[in-house]
């Protein structure tokens, strides 16, 4: 019994926390709007109402009566049309990091990924007496996990991160929660009963969308207190004397201070990304620190 609340208290803290942080993330990054906003909106979205749903399938398992028919087969048609949607918002995620535009490649990989679950679906809804649905949560969720490592190694060489702290947060969460149900799924019926492998999944699930959920908010939370600190700083004569900062220095600098991207700042100044970040590094060697939040520290104590 005790089991059984924690499984229902943990989803429903890890929807509430879901949702909080798609509040959150459009909050911080409504007035940037980057490119990649709109898919990492729409993951967590997914993952919300799929927690939503998860909840509600436990709850009616546990505490009401058996759940009718045509209610079982809505249930199972939610999940493979949640799972196939995250099997094309997550990829398009992911891409949206690091590259502009589609590409062919991009666009034919999904396809054959979402074909091939497709595929294991309709086998699993044609036999449900093999274990094809395990087989397809096996690869869906290393399919998932292995497109986001992907991101993690594709962004550690990405110059300009100023306004990627919450996604490589987030890719990383991700990575640890598809290696989790991956690992799962292989070794939960080797050792458990199906019952208690039911319980074990849904509580697993639970405590890392919770966990997912509640760090990235606070993280979101941190972020903007830091944005709104740094964007009442303002740059004085004195400071500028006392650095040695140029004309052209001031300017990143106040753009810096207003929250403003290494790519941003060049487009606003008509410059490439590179001139920006020799800047910004003659800027932080000048003050003598390492980050925005420093800088607006070290020039906030010169007033």
């Not at 505490?63 to 949607?85: H, K, Q």
């Not at 947060?169 to 019926?189: D, H, K, N």
């Not at 919770?210 to 400071?239: M, P």
């Not at 003598?288 to 010169?302: G, I, P, Y």
Request: hydrophobic share 50%; charged share 15%.
């Amino acid at each position: 019994m005790i089991m059984q609340q924690l499984i229902l208290w943990f989803n429903i803290l890890a929807f509430t926390f879901l949702f909080a942080s798609m509040g959150a993330t459009y909050i911080v990054y409504s007035k940037l709007k980057p490119k990649w906003l709109v898919y990492y909106l729409l993951y967590l979205a997914s993952y919300a109402f799929f927690t939503v749903f998860n909840t509600y399938d436990f709850f009616s398992r546990v505490y009401l009566p058996a759940m009718p028919p045509f209610l079982y087969f809505i249930a199972v048609a939610v999940t493979y049309l949640i799972a196939l949607a995250l099997l094309v918002i997550v990829p398009r995620f992911v891409f949206s990091l690091f590259t502009q535009n589609r590409n062919s490649k991009q666009s034919v990989f999904i396809m054959v990924m979402v074909s091939i679950s497709i595929a294991l679906m309709v086998a699993d809804f044609l036999s449900p007496e093999l274990p094809i649905e395990r087989a397809g949560s096996i690869f869906m969720n290393a399919y998932l996990g292995g497109v986001t490592l992907y991101g993690i190694i594709r962004l550690r060489k990405t110059n300009d991160k100023s306004n990627l702290g919450v996604v490589l947060l987030f890719l990383r969460l991700s990575c640890i929660f598809y290696s989790v149900v991956v690992l799962q799924s292989i070794l939960l019926p080797l050792f458990t009963e199906p019952v208690q492998e039911f319980n074990i999944t849904l509580f697993t699930a639970g405590l890392i969308c919770f966990l997912w959920g509640s760090i990235t908010l606070a993280y979101l939370i941190i972020k903007n207190f830091r944005q709104e600190n740094i964007g009442t700083v303002t740059l004085t004569d004195e400071a500028v004397s006392f650095f040695g900062i140029t004309p052209r220095e001031k300017e990143i600098i106040n753009l810096l201070l207003c929250g403003k991207s290494n790519n941003e700042i060049g487009e606003k100044l008509f410059v490439s990304t590179r001139t920006v970040e020799a800047h910004v590094y003659n800027i932080y060697r000048k003050c003598s620190v390492k980050n925005k939040l420093e800088l607006a520290r070290k020039l906030s104590s010169t007033l």
